[in-house]
């Protein structure tokens, strides 16, 4: 298996890597590059990799040492190569820099299970959209340390809540609450009311993202994990991308079984798309020159691949990397709030079933609640 | 020796004057070697060579030639000392360690030989402050015995490249290893952290490499913490020569502008780490 990284791309790898980075400085992050990505070049065919069923988990400290120096990443490295060593036992990122300087790193990983959610897009009955301009007012409010948040959706209002464990006394905390009227969101349908609790860490890590890009925030939520694809501004369809790729965020889920399903493949038309995982690219203001983000796809299923609409010329050329556009985000709630709603572990479906360690984790925490 | 007990000296017996219009010229050097508390002045009629070394396997050297200097003028075959270089340069910086535009620090470094404190007469915007140092039996400095007959790799790199190399060498790596061969990879830095290895591979064709001269493949470790000082030397230089000879003795030879466009040179001379470890493919 071997990828290349074009010039411009890669300091938004390292940059796209940096939320992450953040987000995951005590575990591991998940990433899965497929050859159907055309922003990055793959030798060999293109079903070696799904063939091969080669992923991995690498410490984020290890990744965040190949692209160290963010700011001179444009101006020094003109190619990032990555491969499995001979041995099988490294990830060699190779950056081949100006005045042949070549820099490698031997990055040790860990085989990892694959996390591919499945759901259905249109299974929500509260849909809700807004500015992530909203989001982030919303969420700077909270203390940084603060792990997680309970919102409860209602016809009238959305209410974000920080949460409280339950040996925990309120009258020893700093409680904080943010009211969101209806009004506030460019779209409002609530079927029923409903309450959540999930991490606000990766809501956080959701936030530049978005921020850097002029993708809206949609939320969708029953009491299954919460769905945020984000909603492009439809009056730009030129720079619309059809591309499925996206970042797999490794996430926790409550219990239960995975069901054994493919994920769902989305049509290639440019308005209905249909984002199957997690995404985690940054996207570069269409209006403005920057680079595309790079990213991976995590399921299979047929695509175009559609080249980047600078010119009409340019859409032919080959390895030219596509826009891409944040894509989802998937939060899971730790445990749902209001009564009546969706209770206990066996009734919650399991769209991505955790990791052996994953799960280790939880039972400790279970058994020290 | 406390300060009280030392003896003061009139201007006319003094053993070494050396003046600068501007302090900088010898702060900025003195700062990259500063690794440890302690360092070692020898002043003969060719300047002043300062010398810091650490745990007997890394030596410093910073000469500042006399012409350097606006005045300098020295009454014995060499006059040695030793001074508290944290102390020296926070004299030398008693005005603000910032740079203004068209204001520098003038100085007049006095000293009367053994026995005698360091005098720094300091003078910047008509305020001048007298400083004096208390100074130390100078130590035996170390001699490395390395000569350029004994040089069997060198290579010149232009310092921007090397940079940036050095800022992100891993430092969970407990060491440095250096490779330098008539054959690929060249020139190649090395390090083996906590979460794999690392090369930085020059070719010497490469544009940043001004010299390359290697005769024979040779790979050699050195410990990170001992190398790592070197770095701000690296931010100061224009040029650095990297040399080893047979037993493996590392060289390093910064070439540094000063204020004035004066050229001034840092050394570092370095032992190879004895311990033995697997290199990594």
Known sequence: MRCVVATSNVKVLGKALSPLCEFLTLGLGCFLFTPSSSSIMTRGSPGDLEDSGFRCKMGMKSVQTVFKSLSSLDKTVEKCEIDLNPGGNRLVFQLHCKYGITKTH?????ESESLQPVFQKDGYGNVLRAQPRLL?????HFPPSL????????RERVQFRNHLEDEQDASRMMLTEMSLDADEFESFRVREETGITFCLKELRVRDPAAQSSDIKLQLQCNSSPVYCPPQADTSHDDFLS????SYMIAMETSCGRAEAQPCSTGSDQRREREPVTAACSTRSDHRREREPPVSAACSTGSRQQRGWRRGEEEEELPGTPPQKRFRSLFLVP???LLPGSQSGASNQEVLAEASDSDRRNRKRKQQRN | MPLSTQLEAGEEQYVLIASLDNARNLSNILKAIQFKDHATFLATSNGIKVTVEDSKCLQANAFIQAEIFQEFS????????R???AVLLDCLT??????????TTALKMCYNGYGYPLTLFLEEGGVVTVCKIKTQEPEETLDFDFCSTNVINKVILQSDSLREAFSELDMTSEVLQITMSPDKPYFRLSTFGNSGSAHCDYPKDSDMMEVFQCTQTQTNRYKMSLLKPSTKALSLSCKVSIRTDNRGFLSLQYMVRNDDGQICFIEYFCCPDEEVGEQEQ
Do not use: K
């Open chain 2, 94 to 103: 008693i005005f603000g360690g910032s740079a203004v535009p068209g204001v």
């Open chain 1, 242 to 245: 059809d591309d499925m790729d």
């Open chain 2, 74 to 81: 020295i009454q014995e075959d060499s006059v040695m000392f």
């Open chain 1, 136 to 140: 982030a007012d919303t969420v700077v």
């Open chain 1, 147 to 154: 792990e997680e948040v309970n919102v409860t959706v209602s």
């Open chain 2, 83 to 85: 001074v508290n270089l």
């Open chain 1, 334 to 336: 730790s445990s749902p």
């Open chain 1, 106 to 110: 031997n990055l040790s990983f860990q």
